[in-house]
C-alpha cells in the first residue's frame, strides 16, 4: 500500500460508509416514521371508544328507548308530611280520658289515574319491539277499574265519570294534558273515609295506580259524657279545615297535643306509591300527653249525681265540683246535661257549656261565710257578739227580711239560721269597701287562673258609703256575680286555715303561691260555725255524713232575666268541706230551676253528701265522729 493510500485510510472517521446522525437525537426527525406511528395508535384507541360510546348510546336510546324512558318516568319525587300521634290527655292517676283510635282513608287520584292510563296507550301504540309492547299491555290490563271499584266496593260508574277517559291522540302531549281530569276532585277521590286500618288492606294489596292511603288518629273519649265539657272536643272548622281542638282542654293544650308534623322528601314509582325516603326536610316535633288532676272515678260518680238530681227536679242543669283543699287540685268537675264527645251530632251550645267555669249567678246565702269573715277580720266582731235581727230591717227604702224573728244572734247562729238581717248589720257597721275587699280576696271577681277557655270572671263591685242598700245586699249573696269555681275555691280556702290556694286543672300548668286570706283561727271558727248547718233540725242536714263531721252552707236565690228577678224560678246550692276537724275536700253542688223543691237543703244537700262521701272513701279520709247506731 503506498503512502497516500494509507494516509486517505487514516483520515475515515469510523463511521465511514454509515449515514450521519445528528447529536441532538429527533430533532430531524419530528413527524418522521416513529411519532407518526405513535400519533396513528392514539387515533385508533379513540376511534375505537367512540365508537363503542356511539353504538351504547344506540343502544339505550334507539334499540332499548321504549324500555328505558318507561324505567326513567316510573321515578318521581314528592314531599310528603310525616304525621304526628297527637298526645293523650289522662286523669291524676294516669288512666286514658282522651286518646287516639287508628283509622284509614283511602283516596283514588282520577288525574294520576288518567295520565297512567294514556302513558300505556301512548307505549303501546308506539313500541318498537314485541317485547316492549307486552310490557305496555301488561301496563294497560293493570289499569282496571272494576277491580279497583269492586275491592273497594266504591261504584264503577263513578270512578269512570272521575276519569273521564278519552279517545285521543296519545301521542300529542298538549292532546293528553287537555284530558286529564280537572277541577275539585281531580287528585282526591275517597273511596274510603275513616275506617279501620284492616278493612282498608285489601285496596292497599292491589297497589293500584292513583291509589294512596292517608292515616290518621281519631280522637276517642272514654269518659264522653262526664268529661265533655272539660275536655273539649276535635273537629274540623270551616275557616281552615283543619281537624283539631275546638274546646276545652283540646283547645287550650292544642299546641301541645297536635306536636308539629315533619316533612320528608321520598321517591315515589310510577304508581305514585313512596318506595325511599331521600332527605328529610323538617323534623317532627312531637305531641305531648296532658295529665289533668281530675280523677276518673270521682269524676264519673259527680255527673251520675247531677243526672240523678236534675231529672228528679226537672231542672234546666246541675253542676258541681270537687277541690282538694290543701293543693287546689280540682278532682271533679262536671255539668248535666252533657253531650257525648264522640258523637258531635247532637252537640249544642247549651250542653258543652262547661257551667263551672263559665256560668255567672248570684250566689245567694253561701257567700255569708265571708260576711263574717270580714266581720272577724275587723276586729269588732268576736264569735260570742250578739247581733239584733227582730226579724227584719229597712234600708234604702227597702225591707229586707228573715226567715223568721231569730232576735239575737251570735255569728255562728247567723249562719245556721242564714239571718239576712245580721248580715246586713255587720255591712253597715263596717267600712263600706269591707264585704266586697273580702270576697275579692277569697277570689271573687275574678278568673281563677286556670286559662279555660271563655272563662268569666264574674264581678264585685265597690259600693259607695252612701250605696246603703248595695253594700246590705253585697253582704247576703245578691249584686254580685260569681262563679261556681270561684265559690268552689272559697269553702277550700276556709278548709285550709285561711290559705287560698290557687286552682290547678293541669298537673304540668305554672300556679301562683298560695296566700292567706285571714288567719287560721279565724277560718276554723268559721269552719266550725258552718258544721252547725249539718246538724239535726238545721236547713243543711240531709248534707250530713254518717261518720264525718261536716261543715257547709246552703243557698237559694232568685233567678233573674232580662225584665228582672222570674217569678217561682230559684237556683239552690250547697257549698261546703269535710270533715270539719281536718278538711280535705270543697264540694259544691248548684242545682239550676228545680221544679218539684226549691230550697238547697233538700235538693242539693242530698247530692253534696254522696259526693263527698265518695271522695272520702276513695282517699281513704279517716273517720272524725262516731257512727250513728240509733237506726
Known sequence: MSDSALKKTKKQPPSAGKPLRSKVRGAAFVGGK??????????????????????????????????????????TTSKRTLPVSRGIITDTLGVPLAANAPLSTIIFSPYDYAQAYYKAKRDVATARTPKAREQALERLAELDLAKLASTANYPLDK????????????????????????????????????VMPELAEPVKALDFVGVDEELLSKRFYLQAEPMAQVLGYMANSDGDHAYKGRAGIELQYDKALSGEAGQVLVLKNAKQRAIKQLQELKPVTPATDVALTIDARLQYFLYKELEQV???????????????????????????PSFNSNDLSLRQGANERNRVLLDVFEPGSVIKPFTVAAALDSGKYTTNTAIATNGSINVGGYT?????????????????????????????????????TMQRKFGFGEKTGLGFPAEEAGRVDFPSEQDMARRATLSYGYGQQVTLAQLAQAYATLGA?????????????????????????????????????????????????????????????????????????YRVVFAGVAPASNPQFAVVILVEDPRKQFYAGPVA???????????????????????????
Request: charged share 20%; glycine share 10%; hydrophobic share 40%.
Open 34 to 75: 416513529p411519532d407518526s406511528g405513535r400519533y396513528w395508535f392514539i387515533f385508533a384507541i379513540m376511534a375505537t371508544l367512540c365508537t363503542v360510546l356511539l353504538a351504547r348510546a344506540y343502544y339505550l336510546q334507539v334499540h332499548h328507548r321504549d324500555f328505558y324512558v318507561a324505567k326513567g318516568e316510573e321515578f
Open 159 to 194: 270512578l269512570q265519570q272521575a276519569v273521564k277517559l278519552q279517545e285521543i291522540d296519545t301521542s300529542d302531549p298538549n292532546a293528553v294534558q287537555a284530558a286529564l281530569p280537572q277541577g275539585a276532585g281531580s287528585k282526591r277521590l275517597v273511596l274510603l273515609n275513616g
Open 310 to 336: 236534675g231529672r228528679e227536679q226537672s231542672a234546666r242543669w246541675a253542676s258541681g265540683m270537687v277541690v282538694d283543699v290543701h293543693t287546689g287540685d280540682i278532682l271533679a268537675m262536671a255539668a248535666w
Open 400 to 436: 229586707i227580711r228573715d226567715g223568721g224573728n231569730y232576735g239575737a244572734v251570735t255569728l255562728a247562729k247567723l249562719i245556721q239560721k242564714s239571718s239576712n238581717v245580721a248580715s246586713t248589720k255587720i255591712a253597715l257597721s263596717l267600712p263600706a269597701d269591707a264585704i266586697a
Open 497 to 569: 286555715g285561711g290559705v287560698r290556694y290557687p286552682l290547678r286543672l293541669v298537673k304540668s300548668a305554672p300556679v301562683a303561691e298560695p296566700v292567706e286570706v285571714i288567719s287560721e283561727n279565724h277560718a276554723k271558727d268559721i269552719v266550725a260555725m258552718m258544721e252547725l248547718v249539718t246538724m239535726k233540725g238545721s236547713t243543711g242536714r240531709l248534707a250530713a255524713i254518717d261518720g264525718y263531721r261536716v261543715a257547709g252552707k246552703t243557698g237559694t236565690s232568685r233567678r233573674s232575666g232580662k225584665g228582672g228577678y222570674i217569678p217561682g224560678e
Open 605 to 631: 244537700g242530698p247530692v253534696f253528701s254522696r259526693v263527698m262521701r265518695e271522695a272520702l272513701r276513695l282517699y281513704n279520709v279517716p273517720q272524725d265522729k262516731p257512727l250513728d247506731t240509733t237506726t
